[in-house]
């Protein structure tokens, strides 16, 4: 008995050569070593890609605003009613598509953004294109609302339709007037609702 353990008290003592085990401990520092270098080589080029996105994102807003600018400064010069209506009109159009991209840059990486802030910036840009005096007021009560951006995109794109038509037909010889964007949180989602205080359609009006 004494001979058996004995026997597994050597074999328990038992070291492997020297460097045997160090081995495998220095190949795995070496390999997360090197991990954290790649790491770190990758964050390099994620901040480097990032500048880039902002100011490319940055020259996209200006440039849409100067568009916008640009239709609306040859709409004063237009002598034609058609044709400043239509000028007024497309400038509103890419005044909206800058709201909205404006509105995505605020909350890069989600799929979602704050509808009520893309209204408002929608509403200021048809104010600005009502005339800097603003006989005509385009008034905008929009709650905080985050909504998928492939939902927010055509909403205020239709929204913005409703509110350049209002403009442009509802209040007639009037110089004065609102129209008023409206959206509300509700039980089963969200309501949105453009209303104007015009002239109204006529009496004959076929619907």
Known sequence: MANDI???????MTTAPSGVEGAPIRDLRQEILQL???LKECEVVADRYAVMLREGDHRIKNSLQLVASM???????????SARAALL??????GSVAGIHDALQATRGLDAIDLGAALQKMGAA????????????????????????????????AVNELVVNALRHAFGDR??????????RT????TVSVADDGIGLPPNHAS
């Open 89 to 94: 009109a497309a400038a509103a159009r890419v």
């Open 71 to 81: 239709m609306r400064l040859q709409a004063r010069r237009e002598s034609g009613t």
């Open 6 to 12: 004995s026997t597994w008290t050597s074999i328990g």
């Open 187 to 190: 039980q089963d989602g969200m």
């Open 36 to 38: 954290r270098a790649e």
């Open 126 to 157: 048809l104010q600005a294109m009502a005339g800097d005096e603003g006989h005509i007021q385009v008034i905008v009560h929009a709650e905080p609302l985050e909504v998928p951006v492939a939902l927010a995109q055509p909403l205020v794109l």
């Open 175 to 184: 110089d004065s007037g609102s129209v008023t964007v409206v959206l509300l």
